[in-house]
Nanobody, 115 residues
Framework: QVQLVESGGGLVQAGGSLRLSCAASRSTFSIDAIGWYRQVPGKQRELVIIISSGGSTKYADSVKGRFTISRDNAKNTVYLQMNSLKPEDTAVYYC?????????WGQGTQVTVSS
């Protein structure tokens, strides 16, 4: 099992930046893939960015060039750096981890971008 705790959400103006953190209860080396999804009311949860244990990343086209993911393996923490934020980035952001084909989710953190 993996417990995930997100932090770092909040309100920011368009063009600003935020960094989200996801602290995992086990070593990130033991996690097959970890990353971020987001969801707005009435819509399906969508992939934002994810990184595999091998270091390969997958991005949503809408965030390429603006969002980056990084890992601090010593702290079992993954970060989502979000730059040049747009109002359409407003959503609840969820940390996701996959271990042995099973998905685990954090509780979510709200990101609101004002225009």
């Amino acid at each position: 099992q993996v417990q995930l705790v997100e932090s770092g959400g909040g309100l920011v103006q368009a063009g600003g930046s935020l960094r989200l953190s996801c602290a995992a209860s086990r070593s990130t080396f033991s996690i097959d893939a970890i990353g971020w999804y987001r969801q707005v009311p009435g819509k399906q949860r969508e992939l934002v960015i994810i990184i595999s244990s091998g270091g390969s990343t997958k991005y949503a086209d809408s965030v390429k060039g603006r969002f980056t993911i990084s890992r601090d393996n010593a702290k079992n923490t993954v970060y989502l750096q979000m730059n040049s934020l747009k109002p359409e980035d407003t959503a609840v952001y969820y940390c996701n981890a996959v271990v042995n084909y099973r998905a685990y989710w954090g509780q979510g953190t709200q990101v609101t971008v004002s225009s």
